[in-house]
Protein backbone atom coordinates (compact mmCIF):
# COMPACT_ATOMS: atom_id res chain seq x y z
CA UNK A 1 0.00 0.00 0.00
CA UNK A 2 3.09 2.69 1.23
CA UNK A 3 4.53 1.35 -2.42
CA UNK A 4 1.57 2.40 -4.22
CA UNK A 5 1.03 5.52 -2.81
CA UNK A 6 5.04 6.66 -3.11
CA UNK A 7 4.74 5.25 -6.67
CA UNK A 8 1.46 7.20 -7.54
CA UNK A 9 2.79 10.54 -6.07
CA UNK A 10 6.15 10.00 -7.41
CA UNK A 11 5.30 11.65 -10.59
CA UNK A 12 3.20 14.76 -9.01
CA UNK A 13 6.13 15.45 -7.02
CA UNK A 14 8.61 15.51 -9.72
CA UNK A 15 6.32 18.10 -11.86
CA UNK A 16 6.09 20.08 -9.03
CA UNK A 17 9.91 19.78 -8.91
CA UNK A 18 10.12 20.71 -12.47
CA UNK A 19 8.00 23.70 -12.45
CA UNK A 20 10.27 24.81 -9.64
CA UNK A 21 13.55 24.14 -10.79
CA UNK A 22 12.30 24.72 -14.60
CA UNK A 23 12.71 28.44 -15.27
CA UNK A 24 15.78 28.64 -12.92
CA UNK A 25 17.86 25.98 -15.07
CA UNK A 26 16.60 28.17 -18.63
CA UNK A 27 18.31 31.08 -17.30
CA UNK A 28 21.35 28.83 -16.61
CA UNK A 29 21.76 27.71 -19.69
CA UNK A 30 21.30 30.90 -21.95
CA UNK A 31 23.76 32.75 -19.54
CA UNK A 32 26.06 29.79 -19.95
CA UNK A 33 25.86 29.61 -23.74
CA UNK A 34 26.00 33.66 -23.68
CA UNK A 35 29.60 33.51 -21.57
CA UNK A 36 30.34 30.43 -23.58
CA UNK A 37 29.36 31.39 -27.31
CA UNK A 38 31.09 34.55 -26.27
CA UNK A 39 34.05 33.48 -25.29
CA UNK A 40 34.11 30.91 -28.11
CA UNK A 41 33.52 32.33 -31.04
CA UNK A 42 34.83 35.88 -29.88
CA UNK A 43 37.74 35.99 -27.00
CA UNK A 44 39.69 32.50 -27.98
CA UNK A 45 42.18 33.00 -30.57
CA UNK A 46 42.22 31.12 -33.82
CA UNK A 47 44.24 27.92 -34.34
CA UNK A 48 47.98 28.63 -35.83
CA UNK A 49 47.45 25.63 -38.36
CA UNK A 50 43.64 25.10 -38.50
CA UNK A 51 42.28 29.17 -38.68
CA UNK A 52 39.06 30.47 -37.71
CA UNK A 53 37.85 26.99 -38.39
CA UNK A 54 38.78 25.87 -35.07
CA UNK A 55 35.89 27.42 -33.86
CA UNK A 56 34.04 24.85 -34.58
CA UNK A 57 35.64 22.32 -31.57
CA UNK A 58 33.31 24.23 -29.20
CA UNK A 59 29.98 22.84 -30.75
CA UNK A 60 31.50 19.73 -32.14
CA UNK A 61 33.12 18.69 -28.94
CA UNK A 62 30.21 19.24 -26.46
CA UNK A 63 27.88 18.18 -28.15
CA UNK A 64 29.94 14.58 -28.65
CA UNK A 65 30.28 14.62 -25.10
CA UNK A 66 26.63 14.99 -24.63
CA UNK A 67 25.97 12.18 -27.41
CA UNK A 68 27.96 9.58 -25.08
CA UNK A 69 26.47 11.40 -22.02
CA UNK A 70 22.71 10.84 -22.52
CA UNK A 71 23.20 7.25 -23.41
CA UNK A 72 24.89 6.70 -20.08
CA UNK A 73 21.90 8.66 -18.48
CA UNK A 74 19.86 6.04 -20.30
CA UNK A 75 21.69 2.64 -19.27
CA UNK A 76 21.18 4.24 -15.46
CA UNK A 77 17.59 4.59 -16.24
CA UNK A 78 17.75 1.12 -17.79
CA UNK A 79 19.18 -0.06 -14.36
CA UNK A 80 16.44 1.80 -12.73
CA UNK A 81 13.37 0.07 -14.54
CA UNK A 82 14.85 -3.57 -14.33
CA UNK A 83 16.43 -3.08 -10.83
CA UNK A 84 14.29 -1.16 -9.17
CA UNK A 85 11.20 -0.84 -11.05
CA UNK A 86 11.34 2.78 -10.87
CA UNK A 87 8.04 4.30 -12.15
CA UNK A 88 9.96 8.00 -13.17
CA UNK A 89 13.36 5.46 -14.68
CA UNK A 90 11.62 4.78 -17.69
CA UNK A 91 10.12 8.10 -18.63
CA UNK A 92 13.69 9.21 -18.07
CA UNK A 93 15.12 6.51 -20.65
CA UNK A 94 12.11 7.14 -23.28
CA UNK A 95 12.63 11.25 -22.99
CA UNK A 96 16.41 11.15 -23.27
CA UNK A 97 16.65 9.08 -26.76
CA UNK A 98 15.76 12.21 -28.78
CA UNK A 99 17.85 14.12 -27.24
CA UNK A 100 20.97 11.96 -27.33
CA UNK A 101 19.51 11.38 -30.97
CA UNK A 102 19.84 15.04 -31.91
CA UNK A 103 23.26 15.81 -30.17
CA UNK A 104 24.92 12.40 -31.42
CA UNK A 105 23.33 13.49 -34.90
CA UNK A 106 25.20 17.70 -34.04
CA UNK A 107 28.41 15.84 -33.69
CA UNK A 108 28.46 13.94 -36.87
CA UNK A 109 27.61 16.68 -38.63
CA UNK A 110 30.24 19.52 -37.08
CA UNK A 111 32.85 16.72 -37.47
CA UNK A 112 31.88 16.01 -41.12
CA UNK A 113 31.94 20.66 -41.45
CA UNK A 114 35.43 20.45 -39.63
CA UNK A 115 36.35 17.34 -41.91
CA UNK A 116 36.17 19.12 -45.19
CA UNK A 117 38.54 22.03 -44.53
CA UNK A 118 40.99 20.03 -42.25
CA UNK A 119 40.98 16.42 -43.69
CA UNK A 120 39.52 17.12 -47.52
CA UNK A 121 36.83 15.05 -46.71
CA UNK A 122 33.33 15.06 -45.69
CA UNK A 123 33.63 11.61 -44.32
CA UNK A 124 35.57 8.60 -43.50
CA UNK A 125 35.65 5.24 -42.23
CA UNK A 126 37.57 5.80 -39.55
CA UNK A 127 36.92 3.86 -36.06
CA UNK A 128 35.69 7.37 -34.21
CA UNK A 129 33.35 8.44 -36.57
CA UNK A 130 31.75 4.82 -37.61
CA UNK A 131 31.21 4.11 -33.77
CA UNK A 132 29.61 7.40 -33.33
CA UNK A 133 27.22 6.49 -36.24
CA UNK A 134 26.94 3.27 -34.77
CA UNK A 135 25.60 4.88 -31.70
CA UNK A 136 23.04 7.21 -33.73
CA UNK A 137 21.61 4.39 -35.07
CA UNK A 138 21.31 2.79 -31.80
CA UNK A 139 19.53 6.10 -30.77
CA UNK A 140 17.04 5.60 -33.81
CA UNK A 141 16.38 2.02 -33.38
CA UNK A 142 15.60 2.58 -29.65
CA UNK A 143 12.82 5.11 -30.56
CA UNK A 144 11.35 3.04 -33.53
CA UNK A 145 10.77 0.37 -30.86
CA UNK A 146 9.37 2.58 -28.39
CA UNK A 147 7.30 3.61 -31.27
CA UNK A 148 6.22 0.15 -32.30
CA UNK A 149 5.27 -1.59 -28.62
CA UNK A 150 1.97 0.23 -27.33
CA UNK A 151 1.63 -0.83 -23.62
CA UNK A 152 4.16 1.64 -22.06
CA UNK A 153 5.56 -1.21 -18.93
CA UNK A 154 6.03 -4.10 -21.94
CA UNK A 155 7.91 -1.06 -24.21
CA UNK A 156 9.88 0.35 -21.39
CA UNK A 157 11.13 -2.99 -20.16
CA UNK A 158 12.23 -4.76 -23.76
CA UNK A 159 14.08 -0.64 -23.97
CA UNK A 160 15.75 -1.43 -21.16
CA UNK A 161 17.46 -4.82 -22.39
CA UNK A 162 18.53 -3.44 -25.98
CA UNK A 163 19.69 -0.42 -23.79
CA UNK A 164 22.19 -2.44 -21.33
CA UNK A 165 23.17 -4.29 -24.21
CA UNK A 166 24.08 -1.10 -26.31
CA UNK A 167 26.21 0.19 -23.83
CA UNK A 168 29.19 -2.38 -24.93
CA UNK A 169 29.41 0.64 -27.96
CA UNK A 170 30.41 3.22 -25.29
CA UNK A 171 33.87 2.40 -24.35
CA UNK A 172 34.18 1.47 -28.01
CA UNK A 173 33.12 5.31 -29.16
CA UNK A 174 35.57 6.05 -25.88
CA UNK A 175 38.75 4.46 -27.00
CA UNK A 176 38.38 4.36 -30.38
CA UNK A 177 41.37 6.79 -31.05
CA UNK A 178 43.35 4.78 -28.91
CA UNK A 179 42.79 1.17 -29.99
CA UNK A 180 42.89 1.58 -34.02
CA UNK A 181 45.11 4.27 -35.52
CA UNK A 182 42.25 6.94 -36.89
CA UNK A 183 42.25 10.16 -38.18
CA UNK A 184 40.56 11.46 -36.02
CA UNK A 185 42.65 12.77 -33.23
CA UNK A 186 43.18 11.45 -29.62
CA UNK A 187 41.69 13.14 -26.64
CA UNK A 188 43.25 16.31 -25.45
CA UNK A 189 41.13 17.37 -22.75
CA UNK A 190 40.23 14.43 -20.44
CA UNK A 191 43.71 13.20 -20.44
CA UNK A 192 45.81 11.44 -17.72
CA UNK A 193 48.66 13.83 -17.76
CA UNK A 194 46.42 16.80 -17.55
CA UNK A 195 44.54 18.50 -21.09
CA UNK A 196 47.45 19.13 -24.10
CA UNK A 197 44.84 22.35 -25.43
CA UNK A 198 45.70 26.11 -25.08
CA UNK A 199 43.95 27.78 -21.76
CA UNK A 200 42.69 30.47 -24.11
CA UNK A 201 41.05 27.65 -25.55
CA UNK A 202 40.30 25.49 -22.79
CA UNK A 203 38.23 27.75 -21.30
CA UNK A 204 35.11 28.26 -23.64
CA UNK A 205 35.45 24.52 -24.38
CA UNK A 206 34.60 23.95 -20.80
CA UNK A 207 31.90 26.42 -20.10
CA UNK A 208 30.31 25.36 -23.80
CA UNK A 209 30.78 22.03 -22.30
CA UNK A 210 28.68 23.15 -18.98
CA UNK A 211 26.31 25.16 -21.23
CA UNK A 212 25.34 21.83 -23.56
CA UNK A 213 25.04 19.67 -19.94
CA UNK A 214 22.37 22.45 -18.99
CA UNK A 215 20.65 22.23 -21.96
CA UNK A 216 20.38 18.97 -22.05
CA UNK A 217 19.47 18.76 -17.92
CA UNK A 218 16.25 21.50 -18.91
CA UNK A 219 15.46 19.71 -22.46
CA UNK A 220 15.28 16.34 -20.28
CA UNK A 221 13.57 17.45 -17.36
CA UNK A 222 10.82 19.03 -19.62
CA UNK A 223 10.58 15.95 -21.73
CA UNK A 224 10.05 14.03 -19.03
CA UNK A 225 7.41 15.94 -17.76
CA UNK A 226 5.69 15.99 -21.20
CA UNK A 227 5.88 12.30 -21.20
CA UNK A 228 4.48 11.84 -17.74
CA UNK A 229 1.47 14.18 -19.00
CA UNK A 230 1.32 11.82 -22.37
CA UNK A 231 0.77 8.81 -20.15
CA UNK A 232 -1.80 10.43 -17.95
CA UNK A 233 -3.64 11.44 -20.97
CA UNK A 234 -3.75 8.14 -22.22
CA UNK A 235 -4.64 6.62 -18.92
CA UNK A 236 -7.67 8.85 -18.95
CA UNK A 237 -8.48 7.89 -22.65
CA UNK A 238 -8.61 4.19 -21.56
CA UNK A 239 -10.26 4.58 -18.39
CA UNK A 240 -12.70 6.50 -20.30
CA UNK A 241 -13.53 4.00 -23.22
CA UNK A 242 -13.82 1.57 -20.35
CA UNK A 243 -16.64 3.43 -19.23
CA UNK A 244 -18.23 3.63 -22.32
CA UNK A 245 -17.78 0.40 -23.01
CA UNK A 246 -19.38 -1.28 -20.22
CA UNK B 1 8.10 -36.17 -9.81
CA UNK B 2 10.66 -35.29 -7.46
CA UNK B 3 12.84 -38.37 -7.71
CA UNK B 4 12.56 -38.07 -11.39
CA UNK B 5 16.11 -35.71 -11.64
CA UNK B 6 17.69 -38.83 -9.91
CA UNK B 7 17.14 -41.68 -11.94
CA UNK B 8 18.94 -39.94 -15.27
CA UNK B 9 22.02 -39.35 -15.14
CA UNK B 10 22.15 -35.56 -16.91
CA UNK B 11 18.96 -34.07 -15.66
CA UNK B 12 19.52 -30.91 -16.99
CA UNK B 13 20.83 -31.92 -20.53
CA UNK B 14 18.43 -35.03 -21.59
CA UNK B 15 15.44 -31.96 -22.03
CA UNK B 16 17.51 -29.77 -23.91
CA UNK B 17 18.89 -32.29 -25.98
CA UNK B 18 15.10 -33.25 -26.89
CA UNK B 19 14.50 -29.34 -27.71
CA UNK B 20 17.98 -29.39 -30.08
CA UNK B 21 16.80 -32.34 -32.04
CA UNK B 22 12.89 -31.02 -31.97
CA UNK B 23 14.51 -27.29 -33.49
CA UNK B 24 16.64 -29.55 -35.94
CA UNK B 25 13.44 -31.58 -37.28
CA UNK B 26 11.09 -28.48 -37.51
CA UNK B 27 13.75 -26.57 -39.50
CA UNK B 28 14.30 -29.50 -41.78
CA UNK B 29 10.70 -30.26 -42.35
CA UNK B 30 8.01 -28.35 -44.62
CA UNK B 31 7.66 -24.92 -43.03
CA UNK B 32 10.94 -25.10 -41.67
CA UNK B 33 13.21 -22.33 -42.83
CA UNK B 34 16.53 -24.24 -43.75
CA UNK B 35 16.65 -24.45 -46.76
CA UNK B 36 15.41 -21.21 -47.94
CA UNK B 37 18.57 -19.32 -46.08
CA UNK B 38 20.95 -20.88 -48.57
CA UNK B 39 19.09 -20.41 -51.56
CA UNK B 40 18.66 -16.25 -50.09
CA UNK B 41 22.42 -16.63 -50.43
CA UNK B 42 22.71 -17.28 -53.57
CA UNK B 43 20.34 -14.83 -54.69
CA UNK B 44 22.68 -12.41 -52.88
CA UNK B 45 25.75 -13.76 -54.33
CA UNK B 46 24.60 -13.66 -57.64
CA UNK B 47 22.77 -10.21 -57.54
CA UNK B 48 25.96 -8.76 -56.78
CA UNK B 49 28.18 -9.08 -60.24
CA UNK B 50 25.01 -7.33 -61.64
CA UNK B 51 25.60 -4.42 -59.73
CA UNK B 52 29.18 -3.89 -59.71
CA UNK B 53 29.50 -5.43 -62.97
CA UNK B 54 31.23 -8.08 -63.74
CA UNK B 55 34.78 -7.32 -63.77
CA UNK B 56 36.53 -10.77 -62.38
CA UNK B 57 39.42 -9.02 -60.97
CA UNK B 58 36.77 -6.89 -58.86
CA UNK B 59 34.70 -9.64 -57.65
CA UNK B 60 37.86 -11.49 -56.35
CA UNK B 61 38.78 -8.41 -54.32
CA UNK B 62 35.13 -8.21 -52.73
CA UNK B 63 34.15 -12.30 -52.66
CA UNK B 64 34.79 -12.23 -48.95
CA UNK B 65 32.91 -8.92 -48.27
CA UNK B 66 30.27 -10.31 -50.39
CA UNK B 67 29.58 -13.64 -49.11
CA UNK B 68 29.85 -11.92 -45.71
CA UNK B 69 27.10 -9.80 -46.21
CA UNK B 70 25.45 -12.14 -48.10
CA UNK B 71 25.38 -14.58 -44.77
CA UNK B 72 24.76 -11.78 -42.65
CA UNK B 73 21.33 -10.83 -44.70
CA UNK B 74 20.45 -14.74 -44.91
CA UNK B 75 21.35 -15.11 -41.07
CA UNK B 76 18.84 -12.29 -40.57
CA UNK B 77 16.33 -13.39 -43.14
CA UNK B 78 15.70 -16.29 -40.83
CA UNK B 79 15.58 -14.68 -37.52
CA UNK B 80 12.40 -13.31 -36.57
CA UNK B 81 10.89 -16.89 -36.61
CA UNK B 82 13.28 -18.30 -34.34
CA UNK B 83 11.17 -17.73 -31.18
CA UNK B 84 7.76 -16.31 -33.21
CA UNK B 85 6.85 -19.37 -34.85
CA UNK B 86 6.91 -21.53 -30.93
CA UNK B 87 4.72 -18.08 -29.50
CA UNK B 88 2.07 -18.60 -32.29
CA UNK B 89 1.45 -22.34 -31.80
CA UNK B 90 1.97 -22.08 -27.95
CA UNK B 91 5.17 -24.49 -27.65
CA UNK B 92 7.03 -21.39 -26.29
CA UNK B 93 4.96 -20.73 -22.98
CA UNK B 94 5.28 -24.60 -22.49
CA UNK B 95 9.42 -24.55 -23.05
CA UNK B 96 9.38 -21.05 -20.85
CA UNK B 97 7.40 -22.99 -18.32
CA UNK B 98 8.56 -26.29 -18.17
CA UNK B 99 11.61 -25.02 -15.80
CA UNK B 100 14.42 -25.58 -17.64
CA UNK B 101 17.13 -22.27 -17.05
CA UNK B 102 15.63 -19.85 -20.53
CA UNK B 103 18.84 -18.53 -20.67
CA UNK B 104 20.18 -22.09 -22.08
CA UNK B 105 16.99 -22.82 -23.92
CA UNK B 106 17.42 -19.73 -25.88
CA UNK B 107 21.64 -20.89 -26.26
CA UNK B 108 20.25 -24.39 -27.37
CA UNK B 109 17.58 -22.31 -29.81
CA UNK B 110 20.23 -20.76 -31.49
CA UNK B 111 22.42 -23.57 -31.64
CA UNK B 112 19.96 -25.63 -33.61
CA UNK B 113 19.00 -22.03 -35.28
CA UNK B 114 22.59 -21.83 -36.58
CA UNK B 115 23.01 -26.21 -37.64
CA UNK B 116 19.84 -25.46 -39.93
CA UNK B 117 20.45 -22.34 -41.28
CA UNK B 118 24.10 -21.44 -40.49
CA UNK B 119 26.04 -24.43 -41.61
CA UNK B 120 24.72 -24.75 -44.82
CA UNK B 121 26.17 -21.38 -45.57
CA UNK B 122 29.21 -22.22 -44.48
CA UNK B 123 29.21 -25.35 -46.17
CA UNK B 124 28.23 -23.66 -49.57
CA UNK B 125 30.61 -20.97 -49.38
CA UNK B 126 33.55 -22.82 -51.66
CA UNK B 127 30.69 -23.45 -54.60
CA UNK B 128 29.67 -19.71 -54.39
CA UNK B 129 32.47 -18.38 -54.52
CA UNK B 130 33.42 -19.89 -57.41
CA UNK B 131 31.49 -17.21 -58.89
CA UNK B 132 33.24 -14.70 -57.60
CA UNK B 133 36.52 -16.10 -58.98
CA UNK B 134 38.44 -16.34 -55.62
CA UNK B 135 41.12 -17.66 -55.03
CA UNK B 136 41.52 -21.14 -53.25
CA UNK B 137 43.26 -19.85 -49.90
CA UNK B 138 41.18 -16.74 -49.88
CA UNK B 139 38.01 -19.40 -50.11
CA UNK B 140 39.64 -21.55 -47.33
CA UNK B 141 39.88 -18.03 -44.99
CA UNK B 142 36.32 -17.48 -45.93
CA UNK B 143 34.88 -20.46 -45.12
CA UNK B 144 37.07 -20.64 -41.61
CA UNK B 145 35.56 -17.23 -40.68
CA UNK B 146 31.71 -18.00 -41.80
CA UNK B 147 31.54 -21.11 -39.72
CA UNK B 148 33.46 -19.31 -36.49
CA UNK B 149 31.81 -15.61 -37.07
CA UNK B 150 28.15 -16.99 -38.35
CA UNK B 151 27.18 -17.84 -34.95
CA UNK B 152 27.75 -14.81 -33.10
CA UNK B 153 25.48 -13.23 -35.52
CA UNK B 154 22.89 -15.68 -34.70
CA UNK B 155 23.16 -15.08 -31.08
CA UNK B 156 23.10 -11.53 -31.58
CA UNK B 157 19.83 -11.60 -34.01
CA UNK B 158 18.55 -13.58 -30.70
CA UNK B 159 18.43 -10.98 -28.51
CA UNK B 160 16.92 -9.04 -31.39
CA UNK B 161 14.32 -12.20 -31.86
CA UNK B 162 13.93 -11.72 -28.09
CA UNK B 163 12.68 -7.99 -28.30
CA UNK B 164 10.44 -8.42 -31.33
CA UNK B 165 8.70 -12.06 -30.21
CA UNK B 166 5.34 -10.44 -29.58
CA UNK B 167 5.23 -7.61 -32.53
CA UNK B 168 3.04 -8.35 -35.25
CA UNK B 169 5.69 -7.03 -37.90
CA UNK B 170 8.73 -7.51 -36.22
CA UNK B 171 11.06 -8.63 -38.97
CA UNK B 172 12.23 -5.07 -40.07
CA UNK B 173 12.61 -3.88 -36.50
CA UNK B 174 14.81 -6.73 -35.61
CA UNK B 175 16.74 -6.02 -38.58
CA UNK B 176 17.29 -2.03 -37.75
CA UNK B 177 18.15 -3.36 -33.92
CA UNK B 178 20.42 -5.98 -34.64
CA UNK B 179 22.38 -4.85 -37.58
CA UNK B 180 24.25 -2.17 -35.10
CA UNK B 181 25.94 -4.80 -33.28
CA UNK B 182 26.79 -7.17 -36.36
CA UNK B 183 29.00 -4.18 -37.65
CA UNK B 184 32.44 -6.02 -34.97
CA UNK B 185 31.59 -8.99 -36.37
CA UNK B 186 31.31 -8.15 -40.03
CA UNK B 187 34.48 -6.07 -39.21
CA UNK B 188 36.99 -8.83 -38.22
CA UNK B 189 35.30 -11.62 -40.27
CA UNK B 190 35.72 -9.78 -43.60
CA UNK B 191 39.17 -8.60 -42.61
CA UNK B 192 40.80 -12.10 -41.34
CA UNK B 193 38.89 -13.57 -44.82
CA UNK B 194 40.61 -10.92 -46.80
CA UNK B 195 44.20 -11.19 -45.35
CA UNK B 196 45.49 -14.29 -47.52
CA UNK B 197 44.93 -11.76 -50.60
CA UNK B 198 46.88 -8.91 -49.11
CA UNK B 199 49.85 -10.40 -48.28
CA UNK B 200 51.28 -7.97 -45.49
CA UNK B 201 47.67 -8.12 -43.49
CA UNK B 202 47.90 -10.68 -40.50
CA UNK B 203 45.04 -13.30 -40.59
CA UNK B 204 45.45 -14.10 -36.91
CA UNK B 205 44.66 -10.87 -35.03
CA UNK B 206 41.17 -10.49 -36.98
CA UNK B 207 40.64 -14.14 -36.52
CA UNK B 208 41.15 -14.37 -32.61
CA UNK B 209 38.88 -11.22 -32.36
CA UNK B 210 36.71 -12.96 -34.35
CA UNK B 211 36.73 -15.80 -32.23
CA UNK B 212 36.15 -13.99 -29.35
CA UNK B 213 33.25 -12.28 -30.47
CA UNK B 214 31.38 -15.45 -31.17
CA UNK B 215 32.77 -16.96 -27.82
CA UNK B 216 31.60 -13.47 -25.63
CA UNK B 217 27.70 -13.33 -27.21
CA UNK B 218 27.73 -17.08 -26.80
CA UNK B 219 27.67 -16.26 -22.94
CA UNK B 220 25.74 -12.67 -23.34
CA UNK B 221 23.40 -12.78 -25.57
CA UNK B 222 21.40 -15.19 -24.40
CA UNK B 223 20.82 -13.62 -21.17
CA UNK B 224 19.54 -10.47 -23.05
CA UNK B 225 17.48 -12.69 -24.90
CA UNK B 226 16.09 -14.43 -22.03
CA UNK B 227 15.52 -11.40 -20.44
CA UNK B 228 13.84 -9.83 -23.19
CA UNK B 229 11.47 -13.23 -23.85
CA UNK B 230 10.46 -12.78 -19.79
CA UNK B 231 9.85 -9.08 -20.43
CA UNK B 232 7.67 -9.49 -23.65
CA UNK B 233 5.64 -12.85 -22.80
CA UNK B 234 3.43 -11.53 -19.76
Redo the contacts between chains.
Keep these: MFQRLTALANPTRFLGLVERLGPWLVGLTLALFAVGLYGSLVLAPPDYQQGETVRIMFIHVPAAWLAMFTYALMAVSALGTLVWRHPLADVSAKAAAPLGAAFTFLALVTGSLWGKPMWGTWWIWDARLTSVLVLFIMYLGLIALWRTIEDPTRAARLAAILILVGTVNLPIIKFSVDWWNTLHQPASVMRLDGPTIDPSMLWPLLVMALAFTSLLTTLHLYAMRNEILRRRIRSLGLAAAAGTAS | MSDAPTERAAPLLAPLAALYRRELRLAVRIGGGGFMGVLFFLIVVTVFPFAVGPDMNLLARLGPAVLWIAALLATLLGLDRLFEADRDDGALDIIVGSGQPLELVVLVKCLAHWTATGLPLVLATPFFALFLAMEPLVIGATMLTLAVGTPALTFIGA ?1 GAG ?2 V ?2 RR ?1 GL ?1 LA ?2 V ?3 A ?2 VLIFGVSAAGAPALDPAPFATPFLLLCALTLATLVLAPI ?1 AA ?2 LR ?2 LD
Design positions: ILTSLGLVLLPFVPAAASG
